[in-house]
C-alpha cells in the first residue's frame, strides 16, 4: 500500500482536475473521480507519487499503463485523456486521465446485494470477451492480467466497461524469468504465479469472476476436486453453460480456451455432450400425461389424478374428519356461542383438508417453456378460477431433476423438481416413477438443445 497520505477530497490537480471523490486505491497508485474546472466534464485520474512507491517496477507499470491506454480504442475501454507529471518540494507526482466509465463496479453491486443470474452471467462474458478479443488480436496482443469484479464496471443499462490497467502485459512471448508476479490472488490462473500471461490467463480470470458474481464466494475458498475449482457442488447451473466455465477454469492453460473468440464461439454454441451407454426412456404405457414438443416449444399436460392414491387416503381421512366436525357442530347447538367458538380450529382444518383432497383430484398441472418465457400452473381447475402460478424467464432455468420434496415428512415423495435462479419448483409428485423420469428426460433434453 501507498506509504503517506494523496491528495484530499477537493484538491486542484495541475489547476484543472477537482479531485471529487476515490473510486479505488491500490499499490500502483490511487484513482480519483475528478471534474475539469474548465470544461465541467467528469474524469478518472489515476495518481502517484515517487515517494509512496516501495519498488522501481511500480512506475514502470504505471507508465506502460499510460502508454497503452494511449494506442487503445475500444467502447467499452474508457479513452486516455492525458499522461503528465507534476514536481513538489519533497515528491513528484505522476498522473494518468482518462474518461470516467459510467456505473458501479461489479464489486460494489455484489456488495450492496446484486447477485447475477446465468443470464446476467452470460451477457457479462460475452461483453468482456469482446473487449478480450480486441485486446488479444492486437500487435503485439495485450494481456490485462488483472481481471475481476473491481475493474469491470456496469453501467445502468447493462453496458460493461473495463479498467485498470496497471497490471497490463504487451509483450505476447514473455518468459518468467526477471519478470514480477502481478494480478490478484483468486483470479489469477496459475501460470500467472510463475510470471507467465498468455490471452487464456485473461481467461481464467473471467471465470473466476463469473463464478464470484454468481455465488458471492471468493474463488479460492470454493471446493476443488484435483486442483480445480469443483463449480458443480458450488452453484446449480445450466449442463452446457456449466461446461464451458468449466473450461474456462482448468488449471493447465493447454486445456482452456485458447483465444477469446473460441470462448465466444464455445459459450454460444456448445457442444452437446452425449451420454454413452445410456437408453432414452419411452413415453411410459398407460400414462396420461400429454407432452408436446418443438424445436422452439414444449408444452405439458398432468391431468387430474382423480380419487387414487395418495388422494384417496386423504379423501377418506377429510371424510371422516368433516363428519366428526359435522357431528360435533350439531351437539354444540345448545351450547351457545362460546362451544361454536371452540369448534373453529376444527373448522378451519375441514376446510384445508376439503380443498386439498378436491384439488388433488380435480387439478391439474401444465408447463410450457418458449425461447423467451416459462409459465408452471399447478392445480389449476378453471370452472372454480383456481390457479398457482409461476413465470420467469427460460435463460433462467438450470436445469430439472427428480427431487425428494418433502425429506423431513414420514413418507417423502418426489416430483420433477425445476430449478429456477435459487429457487425451484416441483411438480408431477402423484405420477409413476417411470413418468417422472420420462417428463424429466424429455424436459433437460429441450433446455440443452434451447442453449444450442
Not at 8 to 13: C, E, S, V
Request: net charge neutral.
Amino acid at each position: 500500500m501507498l506509504r503517506q497520505p494523496l491528495h484530499q477530497i477537493g484538491d486542484l490537480i495541475a489547476g484543472r482536475y477537482r479531485t471529487q471523490s476515490i473510486l479505488g486505491q491500490g499499490s500502483s497508485g490511487i484513482t480519483f473521480a475528478v471534474e475539469d474546472i474548465h470544461t465541467r466534464q467528469p474524469y478518472a485520474l489515476k495518481a502517484l507519487s515517487l515517494r509512496g512507491i516501495q519498488d522501481w517496477k511500480q512506475l514502470e507499470l504505471f507508465e506502460r499503463e499510460a502508454q497503452v491506454l494511449s494506442q487503445l480504442d475500444h467502447p467499452a475501454i474508457p479513452n486516455y485523456i492525458d499522461y503528465f507529471k507534476t514536481d513538489t518540494d519533497k515528491d513528484r507526482w505522476f498522473y494518468i486521465v482518462q474518461e470516467l466509465a459510467p456505473g458501479q463496479s461489479l464489486a460494489d453491486l455484489v456488495k450492496e446485494g446484486w447477485r447475477a443470474s446465468q443470464a446476467e452471467a452470460r451477457e457479462i462474458a460475452l461483453q468482456i470477451l469482446d473487449i478480450l478479443k480486441y485486446l488479444h488480436e492486437l500487435s503485439p496482443p495485450i494481456i490485462h492480467r488483472d481481471i475481476k469484479p473491481q475493474n469491470i464496471i456496469r453501467s445502468e443499462d447493462g453496458q460493461i466497461y473495463l479498467v485498470d490497467f496497471g497490471a497490463v502485459q504487451n509483450v505476447y512471448q514473455h518468459t518468467r524469468f526477471g519478470s514480477t508476479v502481478v494480478g490478484t490472488y483468486g483470479y489469477m490462473a496459475p501460470e500467472q504465479f510463475q510470471g507467465t500471461a498468455k490471452p487464456a490467463t485473461d481467461l481464467y480470470a473471467l471465470g473466476a469472476t463469473l463464478l464470484f458474481l454468481l455465488t458471492h464466494c471468493f474463488p479460492a475458498d470454493l471446493p476443488q476436486k484435483r486442483l480445480k475449482i469443483d463449480l458443480r457442488s458450488a452453484v446449480r447451473l445450466q449442463p452446457a453453460f456449466a461446461d464451458w466455465l468449466e473450461k474456462m477454469l482448468e488449471p493447465t492453460i493447454e486445456d482452456r480456451f485458447t483465444t477469446a473468440q473460441s470462448s465466444i464461439d464455445g459459450l454460444i454454441n456448445p457442444v452437446r455432450r452425449k451420454p454413452e451407454g445410456k437408453v432414452l426412456l419411452q413415453q411410459p404405457m398407460g400414462t396420461k400425461v400429454k407432452l408436446h414438443k418443438t424445436k422452439t416449444h414444449l408444452s405439458v399436460d398432468i391431468p387430474p389424478t382423480g380419487l387414487r392414491g395418495s388422494v384417496l387416503v386423504l379423501g377418506f381421512f377429510t371424510l371422516f374428519f368433516d363428519g366428526m366436525t359435522l357431528l360435533a357442530t350439531t351437539l354444540s347447538i345448545g351450547g351457545g356461542a362460546p362451544y361454536m367458538i371452540s369448534l373453529m380450529p376444527f373448522w378451519l382444518i375441514s376446510i384445508v383438508l376439503t380443498g386439498a383432497t378436491f384439488l388433488g383430484a380435480a387439478g391439474h398441472t401444465h408447463l410450457e417453456i418458449n425461447p423467451q418465457h416459462f409459465k408452471l400452473r399447478y392445480w389449476h381447475i378453471k370452472a372454480l378460477g383456481v390457479c398457482f402460478c409461476f413465470n420467469g424467464h427460460t435463460d433462467d432455468l438450470n436445469g430439472i431433476e427428480i427431487t425428494t420434496v418433502n425429506p423431513n415428512a414420514d413418507r417423502p415423495f418426489k416430483g420433477c423438481t425445476l430449478f429456477v435462479g435459487k429457487t425451484s419448483h416441483s411438480f408431477g409428485t402423484r405420477l409413476r416413477l417411470s413418468e417422472k423420469a420420462w417428463l424429466v428426460q424429455e424436459i433437460r433434453g429441450f433446455l440443452i438443445s434451447h442453449q444450442s
